[in-house]
């Protein structure tokens, strides 16, 4: 008798991924669960809320092609939606939105845009025919916004394609990459599949604060604000 049982066919990797920790993302691409707090749960119900607000705003505001728009790279297994894509002056814009809680919104008005968020919107240009990309963030305390405006960059190009290829890769084997420990790892909804206890892994943070991937993120930003 034949044997029918079906192969799955593996996730595709989300832009949404290109600027996390490389072994979250392959806990992603591998369907590891996450523990969600309720803080974190309503933080995304909120999050949506604001998605529609803004997209509904573009459509009033601006020449619009397309909302959630579907984009792709089969070579390298990449796929996900856009928030918006807009008619610019000199060509299609890809927009990223963002709504994030007040300290971050400061935080990010003073240092610039999160990687996490940056390296999302590269890997439309990276893979996409648009002339820029916005990055919109906004807050959610008193709806104040920045935008913040990328042109396509080879360095940033090289370093979110070479992160997929790294997922993709440890995905294939299904093994997880070392730990890229840093300050985020208090925040991830994950960290028990990297440490034993919270006190383990408070203290791998103060021994190594700061993230260091591989490849190292590119130095310059390369960011114009918009408004």
Known sequence: MANTKTV????????????????????????????LSPET???????????KVYQNELLQTQIVRSIEAPIKDLERGISGRIDAIIDGDFG???????SVNPEKFLSIAEEGPLVLHWAQLHVYLAIGTFHEGWLVVESRENHARLTFRAAADPLWEKWVLTRVALARHYQATRKLPPREISE????????????????ERDAAVTSHPMWSPEPPIPEEFGVSIVS
């Open 8 to 35: 799955k066919k593996p996730r595709s990797f989300p832009p949404s991924l290109a600027g996390h920790c490389l072994r979250y993302s392959v806990m992603e691409l591998l369907g590891f669960g996450r523990l």
């Open 41 to 51: 749960l309503q933080a995304m119900q909120e999050g949506t809320r604001y998605h």
């Open 92 to 98: 299609p814009i890809a927009i990223e939105y963002k």
């Open 184 to 199: 985020a790892c208090l925040q991830c909804d994950r960290w028990q599949r990297c440490f034993k206890t919270e006190s």
